[in-house]
């Protein structure tokens, strides 16, 4: 079992930048593939990136491909997700997620979740 918190989220303008942090818990953390996802006041959660346990693969949404980057560092147990160019649809909760395995998209094969950190990206 891992357990994720989230942090570094906060109000920026658009066209900045935030770098989130995922931090784990557990002796296995390479063993499991991370998610970011994001949720949106009145919209469903969406995925926004993820990478594999040993953090050679990747994939990202198209929506934030380009603008965002996602990176691990196995021997901190954590997780980044760095955001620039910021745009106010950007606004939401982000989530960590972890699951054993490959990765994927759909944030219901995660059984682990992070409580979430607010961006908020004013225009």
């Known amino acids: 079992q891992v357990q994720l918190v989230e942090s570094g989220g906060g109000l920026v303008q658009a066209g900045g930048s935030l770098r989130l942090s995922c931090a784990a818990s557990g002796r296995t953390f390479s063993s499991y593939a991370l998610g970011w996802f994001r949720q949106a006041p009145g919209k469903e959660r969406e995925f926004v990136a993820t990478?594999?346990?040993?953090?050679?693969?990747?994939s990202y949404a198209d929506s934030v491909k380009g603008r965002f980057t996602i990176a691990r560092d196995n021997a901190k147990n954590t997780m980044y997700l760095q955001m620039n160019n910021l745009r106010p649809e950007d606004t939401a909760v982000y989530y960590c997620?972890?699951?054993?395995?490959?990765?994927?998209?759909?944030?219901?094969?995660?059984?682990?979740w992070g409580q979430g950190t607010q961006v908020t990206v004013s225009s």
């Open positions: 997620a972890a699951k054993t395995g490959g990765r994927v998209v759909v944030g219901g094969l995660y059984p682990y």
């Open positions: 990478i594999s346990g040993g953090g050679a693969s990747t």
